[in-house]
């Protein structure tokens, strides 16, 4: 089954405490990104990658850090994570944008850091 | 400034009722959009993707139009079931790999 898949669904942690949080595609997409969402704000970029061993910076990128050294996977890094890094965070991966092609989005990690 | 804006906020309609969701955007160069749907808690699920060309895009109950002129868009979901239930999202590609989300529209239907 095609899908994006994360982990943890659920962290609660503490501030300065470093933690990765995993995503992996299984669809062969070249380009993947991680969102934040918060209530009435809507989905935020914070990173993307277009292939692998190449990111960039979205529009929330601040304290956020991710890697891509293979295709499939693309985690995502909070070195010292604050409270105000409390969200709900969505991985995406897709063939690409400007052809119109699909995103598809993870399940979700709610993260809650006191 | 790159921007998306949806309207309303938030909807509450009776099943099987229709309605009409509201994307204006200023983003450019347009590449396409997107209208996404999202349940509580959980990934967003795309609908439709319209290209610049494309005016109308249905997918069963969702009809997606563009007016690439006006840089505006709607959902219109007929036949409401209480499934329907869920925030819907537009999202507006532009400069080839940048993207701008909608905060959203909260659809309510109610038995």
């Known amino acids: 089954e095609a899908q994006v898949t994360q982990n943890p669904r659920y962290l609660i942690t503490v501030t300065g405490k470093k933690l990765t949080v995993t995503c992996s595609q299984n669809m062969n997409h070249e380009y993947m990104s991680w969102y934040r969402q918060d209530p009435g704000l809507g989905l935020r970029q914070i990173y993307y990658?277009?292939?692998?061993?190449?990111?960039d910076k979205g529009d929330v990128p601040e304290g956020y850090k991710v890697s891509r050294k293979e295709k499939r996977n693309f985690p995502l890094i909070l070195e010292s994570p604050s409270p105000n890094q409390t969200s709900l965070y969505f991985c995406?991966?897709?063939?690409?944008?400007?052809?119109?092609?699909?995103?598809?989005f993870g399940p979700g990690t709610r993260l809650t850091v006191t | 400034k790159n921007q998306v804006e949806q309207s309303p906020q938030s909807l509450i309609i009776l099943e099987g009722k229709n309605c009409t969701l509201q994307?204006?955007?200023?983003?450019?160069?347009?590449?396409?959009l997107r209208w996404y749907k999202q349940d509580t808690g959980r990934g967003p699920v795309s609908l439709t993707i319209m290209t610049f060309s494309e005016n109308t895009k249905s997918n069963g109950r969702y009809t997606a139009t563009l007016d690439a002129d006006t840089k505006q868009s709607s959902l219109h979901i007929t036949a409401s079931q209480l499934s329907d239930s869920a925030s819907y999202i537009c999202v507006v590609s532009y400069n080839n790999n940048d993207m701008r989300f909608g905060a959203g529209t909260r659809l309510t239907v109610k038995p």
């Open positions: 995406a991966s897709s063939r690409g944008l400007v052809k119109g092609y699909e995103q598809y």
């Open positions: 994307c204006n955007y200023t983003v450019s160069p347009f590449s396409n």
């Open positions: 990658s277009m292939n692998v061993e190449v990111t």
